[in-house]
């Protein structure tokens, strides 16, 4: 069964840096899109940015400029650097993935296990 593992959290002081990582384990036939989510304490969780089937890339306004979505060529293990952290960057990451396992298999949204990621000023 496919499954997808988020790498990378930690951590890190303001201003500092972290790269995570979301790796496909299982058997995968195609992805779509691919994106990133995290969830603070005591809040719903919300989108950060996504790389889209074009591969075109969006981000919310929060991390513009400061956090870089990227994926392999295989587009089976997804990327975010983080650049600037912020003590509100604190939060569970976790990487999202539209995919196919098999060719015959519908699209089925997968979710990561989540990666703490906490920013200390």
């Known amino acids: 069964q496919a499954e997808f593992v988020e790498s990378g959290g930690g951590l890190v002081q303001l201003g500092g840096s972290l790269r995570l990582s979301c790796v496909a384990s299982?058997?995968?036939?195609?992805?779509?899109?691919l994106g990133w989510y995290r969830q603070a304490p005591g809040k719903q969780r919300e989108w950060v940015a996504t790389?889209?089937?074009?591969?075109?890339?969006i981000y919310t306004n929060a991390v513009k400029g400061r956090f870089t979505i990227s994926g392999d060529t295989g587009r089976t293990t997804i990327y975010l650097q983080m650049d600037s952290l912020q003590p509100e960057d604190t939060a569970v990451y976790y990487c999202?993935?539209?995919?196919?396992?098999?060719?015959?298999?519908?699209?089925?949204?997968?979710w990561g296990q989540g990666t703490q990621v906490t920013v200390s000023s």
């Open positions: 790389i889209l089937t074009s591969g075109a890339t």
């Open positions: 299982g058997t995968i036939d195609s992805t779509f899109v």
């Open positions: 999202k993935v539209e995919a196919q396992p098999t060719a015959s298999y519908p699209r089925t949204q997968y």
